[in-house]
């Protein structure tokens, strides 16, 4: 495990070059806290409240290729927070941690352990939440130039070691973009056992309690099944795949349901988002289309359902659905779904947005009941800089269904082509201290909170909020989390 060394505005292993000299804005000074110390900053709406940590790219990933595919996870793994990372541009996997002083600390997948992979692009990344020791889902939708891909499973040992196993070959072999999608539920099987879900480039298909590969037939129409190969290189990286509950169990039944998207090139078919249930038992069910929906902005309607995540937007204890539609546009669906149909959603638009809707999460950063839906331009133009990217958070009024923005993030020193904001998620983070063991959950809940994390081409930010998630002071460790902007 290498520790990470100090630089301008962000921690970076050592020999990875780094911009240097930075101070805390607001005061004009440095801070300097030792060889493996933090140097915290200060910028956007956050920035008279709480610090910043920008975490820069390993050695192993190369330039503009680190934080393009990131992985929060629910085990810190000894320490505060954990998250993966993944190269979209070859086989480099790595595992970060984060103590409650602010430290971080990253474990590199060996080389030989993805030997497998056959060289190809991780691009999605899937936790089975639970598990013990942490299983994790590796993908790529193209290995050894065949076009075809495959699904890896990583087991997370306490030490940050395990090894890469393939998959058994699914009833489809060697099918077209396998692994574009990776989401982990229950679908069929035991009830107890976790369902691994893959979408193809055409199909989706289910790993019933891990074991055993089914290709679900599908009932209805209007639902998509199909991804568009012909898609700018940037929208193909993943295809966004949720195991998420939004209509209402009929009649008390457990009825799982399945959101599968379908984004198209500008000048073909509209970008789809299906919603599936599924009924049977065992490796026998199906999949039912309950409904699809395009772009309620025609003008948008071909990148729709390139981005989309679940939160409670409204605070009424219901699971709502985010939707990007990369340019301009977003659209909030509220829940539980009316029977049969899918709500008229809430539209929030962007005039300046240039891949407005590229990425998109939920999470709650002003501390009021409900979530805010934050929505990633990694292309937009901020100080000047074009592609240097931004991140706006909305809250949303349900009872006029309409959006405000309530903060907008972006680099407190934009560069040309950082895409900040390519990703967007919410890290669980335990301020305890010490630390939970690995495996371990947070002693106390009060304790446990979610910092919001922001990939970039080549960096990854953590913003922390006063009074719930900065970092203490633990015994020994040397911070400056009592530092603030005034």
């Known amino acids: 495990m290498r520790l990470l060394r100090r630089s301008r505005g962000h921690v970076t292993p050592s020999g990875t ?16 806290t030792g060889s493996i110390g933090c140097n915290w900053t200060t910028f956007a709406d956050d920035a008279k409240k709480a610090p910043v940590r920008s ?6 990933f190369k330039e503009q290729d680190f934080g ?18 993944s190269s979209t541009n070859g086989t480099n996997v790595s595992v970060f941690t984060v103590d409650s002083g602010g430290g971080v ?7 030989s352990a993805l030997n497998d992979t056959e060289a190809s692009t991780i691009s999605s990344l899937a936790e089975d939440v639970g598990s013990s020791p942490l299983n994790l889902l590796l993908a790529s939708p193209k290995v050894h130039n065949q076009g075809y891909g495959r699904v890896y499973s990583y087991t997370l040992s306490p030490t940050l070691d395990g090894a890469v196993n393939t998959l058994s070959v699914p009833p489809l072999p060697e099918e077209p973009g396998l692994g574009r999608g990776l989401a982990i539920g229950r679908v069929g099987g035991v009830e107890t056992k976790s369902d691994i879900i893959v979408a193809s480039d055409a199909n989706v298909v289910v790993m019933v309690d891990g074991t055993t590969w089914t290709a679900p037939a ?3 129409s209007g639902c998509d099944p199909t991804f568009d190969a012909t898609l700018d290189p940037r929208y193909k990286l993943r295809r966004p795949l949720l195991a998420a509950r939004l209509w209402p169990d009929p009649a008390g039944a457990t009825v799982q349901q399945i959101v599968s998207t379908s984004p198209h090139s500008p000048g073909g078919a509209a970008g789809t988002v299906s919603f599936f249930s599924v009924t049977g038992a065992g490796t026998s069910f199906e999949l039912n289309c309950l409904a699809a929906v395009t772009a309620p902005k025609p003008e948008m309607r071909a990148r729709f359902g390139v981005s989309v995540a679940t939160g409670d937007f409204n605070a009424d204890g219901q ?28 539209t929030i638009s962007d005039p300046e947005g240039v891949d407005f809707g590229f990425s998109v999460a939920a999470l709650n950063v002003d501390g009021n009941p409900g979530d805010e839906a934050l929505i990633g331009d990694p292309y937009a133009t901020v100080g000047g800089k074009s592609q240097a990217g931004r991140v706006t958070a909305y809250a949303v009024n349900a009872a006029t269904m309409t959006t405000e923005i309530k903060k907008t993030y972006s680099d407190h020193s934009p560069e040309t082509n950082a895409n900040f904001g390519w990703t967007v998620n919410g890290l669980k983070f335990c301020t305890a201290s ?11 809940e009060a304790e446990t909170s979610r910092v919001l994390m922001i990939g970039a081409a080549n960096e990854v930010f953590l913003y922390y909020r006063e009074g719930v998630n900065i970092p203490e002071r633990a015994a020994g460790a040397t911070t400056i989390s009592d530092v603030r902007a005034p």
């Open 68 to 85: 393009r595919s990131l992985l929060p996870l629910s085990d810190g793994q000894g320490k505060a927070a954990a998250f993966m990372a």
């Open 17 to 32: 070059s780094a911009r240097t000299n930075i101070g805390l804005a607001g005061l004009g000074l440095a801070l300097l």
């Open 105 to 111: 600390s990253t474990t590199s997948i060996p080389g």
């Open 434 to 444: 010490p630390s939970p063991a690995a495996g371990m959950p947070c002693p106390s």
């Open 319 to 346: 699971l709502d659905l985010l939707v990007g539609a990369p340019g301009q546009n977003a659209y909030i669906y509220l829940g539980p779904f009316p029977t049969g149909a899918v709500p008229t959603p809430i």
């Open 218 to 220: 599908t009932a209805g």
């Open 55 to 60: 975490i820069g790219a390993p050695d192993s």
